[in-house]
Structures are given as C-alpha cells and as structure tokens.
C-alpha cells in the first residue's frame, strides 16, 4: 500500500516541478527581454539592496562597466544621492550587431532609515557592485537599555 | 511498526528539493570588425572563478554564479543570488583555440578570432 502511495507522491511531484519550471519560463522571459532587464530597473536606475546591520547601513548597488569616476555618491542627513553613466564603448573600426547595453546616465536617490555620519561613510567597488558602507549617526546608533 | 518503518523510509526516497538559484540572460553587446568578433556582457557581482565560457559545436555558451555576501536585517532587496547564462550560435569560422575572455568591472569581453580562412581578402587584378 505505502509503496503505491509513494509512487503517486512521485508524480504529484513530477507534476510540481514541471509546474514551476512552467512559472519560471514566463518570469524569466519577463526578466531577460521585458522592461527592467539585465541589472536596470524602470528608467535605467540600477538595481539596489539596502541592509541594516544595526550601527551601520548597507548599500549595494549593480553598476556594471562603471569606473569609480563615473560615479556620484552624495549624502546629507538622512538622504542620499547616487548618480552616475555609462559611455557606450563601440570600440573603434567594429560594426556592431547587438547593442543591449548601451550609454545611460542615472541619478537615484533614496531617503535612509537614519541619519549617518557623513564623514565615516566608506565607498568600494568591486565587481561591478558599488558597495556603501554608512556609520549611522550616534543619536541614531541603537542602544542597550539595562532593566533596573 | 512496520507502517512507520515504511514511512521512515518514504521520507528518505523523497527527492531532496534543494534551494535554485533563478537563472536570467545578462544583457550584451556584439561587435566584429575583419578579425574577430567581440561580445560583451554585463554580469555584475560575478566573480572571475564563478565564470565558464564552453564554445562547442557551434554553440557559445557563457555561464556566471554570483553569490551575494549579505548580512544584517534586510529593507529592501532588488537583487540577489542570480545564475547569468545565455547561449549564442557562433559560426564555424571561429578560431575556437584562440578564444579569450576577461572580466572587468562585472562585464565579461569574450574576444572570438576568425579563422584565418574566414577573414576577407582583397584580390588583386592583374
């Protein structure tokens, strides 16, 4: 008995699986070919994650192909300002058959969870990825409260 | 008894559902000039050992795993662990042993050689 349970069990996932790669296609299809694909999202803003790791922000932007020239961090109490672009790069006597790249020039700006200290922010870029390190400010720092 | 051996047993034979990663094309640029022809690919947070590039039988296949070092509560996140392929057909005349890649800046430039057989050539009218 257990052993035909087990059979059926098998097939039901079977089914799940095919199910999901089925979802996958169309989301994928959406992601590769739709509107924000690649690492931009609408308007060619790059793509961001914002961490709190409790005395410090986190901030990891895509920027593929930018140079640390190319790009602008501005901050002022709790607001920040990432601007940057991208020079299309036809390299010289190539005819192109592909251009999904291409030049952008983008300017996002987000209002963080807390106020940071401006002058301890440390900026890296690796990989393509723009990696922000932001102190928060010490009134904004979280505290220890002791029960008395 | 024996129905909770059984199914001890049924957990095992189970098909282990592991965590994928969402595979996405990453974006390119494709350029020939008479020598070769170059493509360029965005994979950001793609590192240079989490790259495999496979030309075989006419086909290019270029692969990346980026694995994000994430830590602290998240607030938001618009990108995460992502599997870049893509793969192209490329045509017979590509110097196959003479294909070189380099990662930079998360963006992958593959340059693919002709043969020498395949690059044009000027005939001259006697």
Redesign the interface.
Known sequence: M?AR??DI??MF?AMDLLRSRMN?LF??FG???GEG???Q?ADGLP????????DEI?I?A??????KDELDIKIQGNYLELSGSRKS???E??????????ALSFTRSFTL?SEVDADKTEAS?K???LTLSLPKAEAAKPKQIAVK | MNETKELIKREENLPESSRQIPAVAPVVDIYENDDEILLHADMPGVKKEDVTVNVDNGKLAISGVRHLEASGATNWEEFGDVEYQRTFSVPQSIDVAKVNAELKDGVLRLHLPKSEAAKPRQIEIH
């Open positions: 257990w349970v087990n069990d098998r996932g996958r989301t994928d992601r590769s070919y694909y690649g690492w999202i793509r961001t994650n914002l961490y709190d790791k409790g986190k990891m895509e920027v593929p192909g930018l140079s790069e036809v390299p006597g190539y005819k192109f058959h592909r251009v999904e790249r291409g969870p870029l990989d393509g990825i």
